[in-house]
């Protein structure tokens, strides 16, 4: 079946940087576009950042020049490297694919972003 697996979140301070993986499995990765995702407190999902089979790339116009999706095949595995990061970039941060009409989910990696 299906599974996204992420890792990486914790506490930075204003500034730092961290970066997410999305471990997959499931399904031939190489052949799905990946996406991320977050989700502040009190607010609804909002899509982050996209990487197509070809590796083009597409940001939530907060987040560009700061924040860089990538993907290895041979590790089934999507990145995001997050720089600069502000405190209204904490949220949850989703993994996401959509395979057949269907969308995937990980569970979530929490990203606090406080001094």
């Known amino acids: 079946q299906v599974q996204l697996v992420e890792s990486g979140g914790g506490l930075v301070q204003p500034g730092g940087s961290l970066r997410l993986a999305c471990a997959a499995s499931g399904f031939p990765f190489s052949s799905d576009a990946m996406r991320w995702y977050r989700q502040a407190p009190g607010k609804q999902r909002e899509w982050v950042a996209s990487?197509?089979?070809?590796?083009?790339?597409n940001y939530e116009d907060s987040v560009k020049g700061r924040f860089t999706i990538s993907r290895d095949n041979a590790k089934n595995t999507v990145y995001l490297q997050m720089n600069s990061l502000k405190p209204e970039d904490t949220a949850v941060y989703y993994c996401n694919t959509v395979i057949m009409w269907n969308n995937f989910w990980g569970q979530g990696t929490q990203v606090t972003v406080s001094s």
């Open positions: 990487i197509t089979t070809d590796s083009v790339t």
